[in-house]
């Protein structure tokens, strides 16, 4: 008898629990979570902190918000639905729409929690290639979808690498999917995106019927801690990932700083232009230094790395910027405060002169 006798599914016991972005030291800048590095704005924590009522439940549908984005997307309520992050939502999609034996196609590498998700749903990956620019492979993407396929997860930008999918790329991909099969277009950054030629997925719901749109409010909003994001797509699929939904987890502060933030989206955009501009910035010295960086979308840079990820991240680190390492692939690295900017590059023309000259086959140039 070992002291673990309750009976785990096998697949669950081998998933690893969730590993956070490391926490910064205290004299560090954490770059490792695409966090906004601005602080909410005023009249979003005043909202929050006129939600004192705790001993109540929330509003369970989170309608006020739905109708505020309905308004702006222009969808019925019903074909919005407001979850405790995206992250959230890929769970009840995942649920509502695969199970064992089934199969969910996604790019790889790609968002993190994907493979989670659908393990947790019971249902297998099936994980695609980037090209050799970062971006999805979406004729191999296509191919990969058989009969089992429930399910295609599409990241644009594709964190952690940047690069977005084109409209043209989006558009010849779904003309290839049947429409049994769920598309979700996860545009966790798109607030970030500046590229004319990507896809956005709000103006494309009235053409597919099995399109689903994911947004979230932590990235460009600022709201990571709040837990708050949102789906557009037609209301059959949204009933059905509302009945796979755990009730009440939106909480009212989070809804009631979503509806603030809607309501000063200027005044956020224009921190979002910031991030953007500090983005292209970054980028444009990292390739003057010979790194390979993909186009970058999002509000972060992806490092080819490669098998030096670990040693890169450790000179980061040691520069007191916290950043995300995939090893063997490469390191991601948000788009923070303005003091890390020089930073970051000091630091990445120290590495590629180190990788250079130790490793001149490294791929990084
Ligand atoms: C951050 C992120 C999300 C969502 O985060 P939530 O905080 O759960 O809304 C979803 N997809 C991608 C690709 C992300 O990077």
Sequence with gaps: MTDQPVHIRPEIAVLPPYRQGRQAAPDALKLSSNENPFPPLAGVVEAVQAQTAFNRYPDATALAVRAVLADRFGTTVDEVHVAPGSVAILHELAKATSGPGDEVVYAWRSFEAYPGVVTVAGATSVQVPNRPDGGHDLDAMADAVTERTRMVLVCTPN?????????????????????????????????????????RGPAL????????????????YGLAGL????????AYVLDAVRACAIPLSVTAQGQAAALASLEREGELLERVAELAERRDRIRAGLLDQGWAVPEAQGNFVWLPTGEHTAFAAEAFEHAGLIVRAFAPEGIRISIGEPEAVAKLLETAAAVVERLTTTAPERPVR
């Design 205 to 220: 719901l009235e053409r597919y019927p099995n399109l689903v749109v994911l947004r979230t409010f932590s990235k460009a």
């Design 227 to 234: 837990r708050v994001g949102y789906a557009l797509g037609p």
């Design 159 to 199: 964190n952690p690498t940047g690069p977005i999918v084109t409209g043209a790329e989006f558009a010849a991909f779904m003309a290839r999917v049947p429409s049994s099969v769920l598309v979700v277009l996860d545009e966790a950054y798109a607030e970030f995106v500046t590229d004319v030629d990507a896809v």
